[in-house]
């Protein structure tokens, strides 16, 4: 399926970045503790991470590991701290141009090609364990797009921050490299009311391509979503 030539409109456009989603995971964590309990564990994550202590001083933090003066919102703390960057301070996405276009804007419902998969993705039944494997498969594309806190995807909890930014979830290198062998090896069928011809393998085909863009960085993803 040629994605450029089905007709549609989407409502917003998916950006997977590089990040280090173990520190993403340990940061949301730190962020859902009580405001006593957050302090002292942001004060002894930013004491045990010079690089993280620097990071913040070089966005204008005179004293980052000080929470209670720490003006951004949850989502924009998420997003600054476990972000990788490039060589000019910038966001590093994942996967050349022409792959991020066709990873970020799928053409159905709101334009998510994580979500598309959830919804229309199905066991093969040729080979062994075809249900375990599928729930695998959909508890990481679950927790790339509705992350709240370990264990539980049921709604992304870093949306709607300051400036529209919305983190919808993350992977850890680990999490990528098993998602990427899971769809690798067609352990997964195709739901039989898919509504795009050919439109699970395509939206597989690109979101193994970003996945592979990964792990020649040795990092994981965070998706983010932006009007």
């Known amino acids: ?47 045990e991470r010079p690089t993280l202590r620097s990071r913040l001083v070089e966005q204008g933090l005179e004293e980052p590991a000080d929470y209670g003066k720490i003006s951004w919102d949850e989502t924009m703390i998420l997003f600054l701290c476990s972000i990788n960057i490039d060589d000019e301070g910038k966001p590093m996405a ?49 927790k790339l797009t509705s992350f709240n806190h370990a264990g539980d995807y049921s709604s992304p909890r870093f949306a709607g921050g300051s400036g529209g930014m919305s983190i919808l979830g993350f ?21 039989s009311d898919e509504p795009l011809d050919g439109g699970v393998r395509d939206a597989i085909k690109h979101l193994l391509a970003m996945l592979r863009a990964a792990e020649r960085l040795d990092s994981g993803v965070m998706l983010r979503s932006h009007a």
């Open 171 to 191: 992977l850890n290198l680990s999490e990528v490299t098993e998602m990427r062998k899971l769809f690798a090896g067609r352990n997964w069928s195709v739901a």
């Open 94 to 142: 994942i996967g050349e141009s022409l792959k991020r276009e066709r990873f970020g804007r799928f053409p159905y419902g709101d334009g998510s090609l994580v979500k598309y998969l959830i919804e229309f993705l199905r066991p093969n039944t040729r080979i062994k364990n075809s249900n375990q494997i599928l729930s695998k498969i959909l508890d990481l594309l679950k």
């Open 1 to 47: 399926m040629d994605l450029d030539q089905v007709n549609g409109t989407t409502t917003a456009f998916y950006t997977l970045h590089s990040c280090d989603g173990d520190l993403a995971l340990e940061i949301s964590e730190i962020l859902r503790q009580s405001d006593k309990e957050k302090v002292r564990l942001w004060q002894l994550l930013v004491s």
